[in-house]
């Protein structure tokens, strides 16, 4: 157990729909990552925060937001699903980046399914 | 564009049989690479960060070193409960704090 918590651990939604990813990191991380792994395209990166605010962008679209609130719980937001929006999608947490041992530790994973 | 190959994509070890798996990269500037276990629909579990060439750390039966230019992860004597998809990332000075992930490598040992 990472210390990562996940919600939910299932979402099955029709295309068109909108749905909500939940993440609290590991006691005492600031900074949360959010990774998106489908088979064809192994694990990617999506966006980072760092004690509430926004520290780097990957290949996350346009219809996909997040965000982190002050108590340092993660929502990832994704909207207008499309089939090719299936995946696992993955939170991980970080002490602080900057620092040296900055490893990111990986929650069990939200499975989406968009019919 | 960073970019981080693992070879072979699968491989198929018996018991006891020591093999290593690959993990080439192009980054610039490395800030760090890390291995990752992943079992089936689980998420990864961090085994090491490795951060300059010729550095080398080992947990039980793994031992992952580093070159300037790829990485490896040695297991010796494997036991079926190592089997698992092992994933390498790298961590770039000019692209914030993000992992870029290999494909990884698919590890099965059987009895």
């Known amino acids: 157990d990472s210390g990562v918590t996940q919600t939910p651990k299932h979402l099955i939604t029709a295309t068109g729909q909108r749905v909500t990813l939940r993440c609290s990191p590991r006691s005492g991380d600031l900074s949360v990552y959010w990774y998106q792994q489908s088979l064809d395209q192994g694990l990617q990166f999506l966006i980072q925060y760092y004690n509430g605010e926004e520290r780097a962008k990957g290949n996350i679209l346009e219809r996909f937001s997040a965000q982190q609130f002050p108590d340092l719980h993660s929502e990832l937001n994704l909207s207008s699903l499309e089939l090719g929006d299936s995946a696992l999608y993955f939170c991980a947490s970080s002490v602080d980046p900057r620092g040296r041992d900055n490893e990111q530790f990986f929650g069990p994973g939200t499975r989406l399914t968009v019919l | 564009e960073d970019q981080v190959t693992q070879s072979p994509e699968a491989l198929r070890l018996q018991e006891g049989e020591s093999s290593s798996l690959n993990c080439s990269y192009t980054?610039?500037?490395?800030?760090?690479l890390f291995w990752y276990r992943q079992d089936p629909g689980k998420g990864p579990e961090f085994l090491f960060t490795?951060?300059?060439a010729g550095e080398e750390k080992e947990k039980e039966r793994l031992k992952a070193t580093l070159t300037k230019k790829e990485s490896f992860l040695h297991i010796t004597a494997p036991k079926p409960e190592d089997s698992a998809t092992y994933l390498c990332?790298?961590?770039?000075?000019?692209?914030?704090?993000?992992?870029?992930f290999g494909k990884g490598t698919s590890l099965l040992v059987t009895p």
């Open positions: 990332a790298v961590q770039a000075g000019n692209s914030g704090y993000a992992l870029n």
């Open positions: 980054v610039s500037g490395l800030r760090g």
């Open positions: 490795l951060y300059s």
